[in-house]
């Protein structure tokens, strides 16, 4: 399997503007979970799904960001309008059903979002 | 309020030596904590994990030491190696796998 895949890898964009950073998690998994690392916060859960349905989005900072799961091979993380305050990397992640011995998650590359 | 704490920023150690990396949390409704490793432009990659009925787990190199009533963890690479130089994360969840909380990570660099 290929991994997590997640794109672009780098994006730059002005202020304003909408970004969308996708994901493709790993085939059979069947959480999906995206993080936003920053160096003052660390790494952050902003949302997870279990079987394309959101569970959790306490830790989406705002309502300018939102997250879907179209089917069970991708989803999206989407930012409009974008603020330089926005500027991380974004790590998406996949697991298996967690149970004992099957917690660990499987993390991307991220994507590295600069807003100017 | 961070409810997993590593209070080390960084870390040096001389190659072949131990490497200790300590994990607090103030959760008790953790029931399962993980290390992983992070190189840089890369994503977190798992790197041993304990559940709370255990004390110790062991894979090569690295043992994961868990005191429960300490609400306390450590990592423990033995020799530590250059290409042990990374960033090291302790993260926590409930039984169930979700809710992961990530730590600050402790920045390892093992000096040949």
């Known amino acids: 399997d290929a991994g997590v895949i997640q794109s672009p890898r780098h994006e730059v964009t002005e202020m304003g503007q909408e970004v969308t950073l996708r994901c493709k998690p790993i085939?059979?998994?069947?959480?999906l979970f995206w993080y936003r690392q920053t160096m003052m916060r660390g790494l952050e859960l902003l949302i997870y799904?279990?079987?394309?349905?959101?569970?959790?989005d306490s830790g989406m900072p705002e309502d300018r960001f939102s997250a879907k799961m179209p089917n069970a091979s991708f989803s999206t993380l989407k930012i409009q309008p974008s603020e330089p305050r926005d500027s991380a990397v974004y790590f998406c992640?996949?697991?298996?059903?967690?149970?004992?011995?099957?917690?660990?998650?499987?993390f991307g590359p991220g994507t590295r979002l600069t807003v100017t | 309020d961070q409810q997993v704490k590593q209070n080390s920023p960084s870390l040096s150690v001389q190659e072949g030596r131990i490497s200790i990396l300590n994990c607090d949390y103030t959760?008790?409704?953790?029931?399962?904590f993980l290390w992983y490793k992070k190189y840089p432009a890369e994503g977190p990659t798992f790197l041993i994990s304990?559940?709370?009925?255990?004390d110790k787990n062991e894979d090569g190199r690295f043992t994961v030491f868990l005191n429960k009533s300490a609400k306390h963890l450590s990592l423990h690479i033995v020799p530590s190696q250059p290409g042990d130089s990374a960033v090291y994360f302790c993260?926590?969840?409930?039984?169930?796998?979700?809710?992961?909380?990530f730590g600050p990570g402790t920045r390892l660099s093992v000096l040949p």
């Open positions: 992640a996949s697991s298996f059903l967690p149970g004992q011995g099957a917690h660990e998650q499987y």
């Open positions: 085939s059979g998994h069947d959480y």
């Open positions: 799904f279990n079987n394309n349905v959101p569970i959790d």
């Open positions: 959760n008790s409704m953790f029931d399962y």
């Open positions: 304990i559940s709370s009925i255990k």
């Open positions: 993260a926590a969840s409930n039984n169930y796998g979700q809710n992961f909380v």
